[in-house]
């Protein structure tokens, strides 16, 4: 059974810190490449990061050097630390595999977790 459950967000002013964290229902993370999504309101969902089985990692442009995804796979876990947040990464974000799982025809989401970027 699929399943993904993310956490970490929050409210966090221009410039801070945020770690989400996301379980996953079996030892996918060692088997899979694993990425974190977002969706801003309006905005269609975009890959941030992806890391795979071997550890290998690919940023999209906008987070370079500010985002770090990691996993544990012994804990089924991956990670996405965010540093010097600005008011544009504020999103919901979404832990998947890439390409994202798809059941029944559908790409399958977890709630994500909100981040908001404010002062």
């Known amino acids: 059974q699929v399943q993904l459950v993310e956490s970490g967000g929050g409210l966090v002013q221009p410039g801070g810190s945020l770690r989400l964290s996301c379980a996953a229902a079996?030892?996918?993370?060692?088997?899979?490449?694993m990425g974190w999504y977002r969706q801003a309101p309006g905005k269609q969902r975009e890959l941030v990061a992806r890391?795979?089985?071997?550890?290998?990692?690919f940023y999209a442009s906008s987070v370079k050097g500010r985002f770090t995804i990691s996993k544990d796979d012994a804990k089924n876990t991956e990670y996405l630390q965010m540093s010097s947040l600005k008011p544009e990464d504020t999103a919901v974000y979404y832990c998947n595999q890439y390409p994202p799982i798809v059941v029944g025809g559908s790409a399958y989401w977890g709630q994500g977790t909100q981040v908001t970027v404010s002062s």
């Open positions: 079996g030892s996918i993370l060692g088997i899979y490449t």
């Open positions: 890391i795979s089985s071997g550890g290998s990692t």
